[in-house]
């Protein structure tokens, strides 16, 4: 029903900031919960940060006060701003959208490597 494409990765020095961004392919509107997840190599897929019905926000603890989950429904986008960025932040970073009960929609991810 709505593709996602992740753009904004890259190499980035460690204390350094990039901005996520989730482009769908059609209305986010009814989409209540959207999410950030991340995957580094060997290790399994993680939550970073979710947000339920536009307001609602958890960070997994290693992200948390420095990344930042925000939603723009009039663009059809979702962001993910990460600040203070470490060399354990490095993984292919994952936009998943929901509603609530149904099936979840990921894009195909967008690679950040962190390193001096």
């Known amino acids: 029903q709505v593709q996602l494409v992740e753009s904004g990765g890259g190499l980035v020095q460690p204390g350094g900031s990039l901005r996520l961004s989730c482009a769908a392919s059609g209305s986010i509107l009814s989409f209540n919960v959207v999410g950030w997840y991340r995957q580094a190599p060997g290790k399994q897929r993680e939550l970073v940060a979710i947000?339920?019905?536009?307001?609602?926000?958890n960070y997994a603890d290693a992200v948390k006060g420095r990344f930042t989950i925000s939603r723009d429904n009039a663009k059809n986008e979702v962001y993910l701003q990460m600040n203070s960025l470490k060399p354990e932040d490095t993984a292919v970073y994952y936009c998943n959208v929901a509603r609530s009960g149904l099936r979840n929609y990921w894009g195909q991810g967008t690679q950040v490597t962190v390193s001096s």
């Open positions: 947000m339920f019905s536009g307001v609602m926000t």
